[in-house]
């Protein structure tokens, strides 16, 4: 067997013992539903057929500036709810996630302008948009819980302005998770299977 496959076979192993024990809890009744987080699509095509409980739910980074599109129709496809994080773009996230190319949600002019016609501030902006898209976020604050939970049921965005924000992807992924590499790994990138296969 060629290295590189044998060592996605022997990732994919891994991950599915850890995930037999969350299917072992849920059996036990001891947990509802299993969760997977920051999963690619081809990583998901390896590991759906092994699992006897499907996820319930994935968390993804999703934002204006990297809106996983194809993902989120892959997981919806499939009953698996997409959970959007950093859906705010993270704008305190830690130095070490912080990359000189990385595209500032809230600082596009899009969604400053937008912001400013309604008055609030851009992260309000970007929360309505994942919303009126009919989707899950969960925005961390520790300031703004109420504005957040406020602007879902108030002064939505009008059909142009989303259609604007929908615009704004350039597929700026900020958990680059080059602090997971793995010995050998060229860069982050191998980390996302961007050709569609599993780097290893
Ligand atoms: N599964 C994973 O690998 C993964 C990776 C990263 C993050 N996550 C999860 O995703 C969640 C969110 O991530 P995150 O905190 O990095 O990014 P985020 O939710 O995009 O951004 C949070 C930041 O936005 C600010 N904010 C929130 N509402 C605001 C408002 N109305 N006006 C102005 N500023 C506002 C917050 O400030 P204040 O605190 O001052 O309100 C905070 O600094 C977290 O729960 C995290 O655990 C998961």
Redesign the pocket.
């Known amino acids: 067997m060629h290295r590189n496959v044998a060592q996605a076979c022997k990732k994919t192993e891994e991950f599915m013992d850890t995930y037999r024990q969350c299917e072992a809890l849920a059996e036990e009744g001891l947990i509802r539903h299993i969760g997977i987080?920051?999963m690619t699509i081809p990583k998901m095509d390896a590991v759906l057929p092994m699992m006897k409980i499907k996820p319930a739910a994935a968390?993804?980074?999703m934002?204006p500036a990297f809106q996983q599109r194809e993902l989120k129709i892959y997981l919806e496809e499939r009953n698996i709810l997409p959970v959007r994080?950093?859906?705010?773009?993270?704008?305190?996230?830690p130095e070490r996630d912080i990359m000189e190319e990385d595209v500032a949600d809230?600082e596009l002019p899009a969604v400053q302008e937008i912001a400013q016609r309604h008055g609030?501030?851009?992260?309000?902006i970007?929360?309505k948009w994942a919303h009126q898209n009919g989707q899950l976020?969960?925005?961390?604050?520790?300031?703004?819980?109420y504005?957040?939970l406020k602007?879902m049921t108030e002064d939505p965005l009008t059909q142009e302005e989303m259609a604007a924000i929908a615009a704004l992807d350039c597929n700026n992924r900020l958990?680059k998770g080059h602090v997971f590499l793995w010995e050998g790994a060229k860069d982050w990138h191998a980390l996302w299977d961007e050709d569609g296969v599993i780097v290893s």
């Open positions: 987080s920051n968390e993804i980074e934002h994080y950093m859906p705010i773009g993270s704008p305190r996230r809230l609030v501030h851009p992260a309000v970007a929360l976020t969960i925005p961390f604050s520790t300031h703004h819980y504005e957040n602007c958990v």
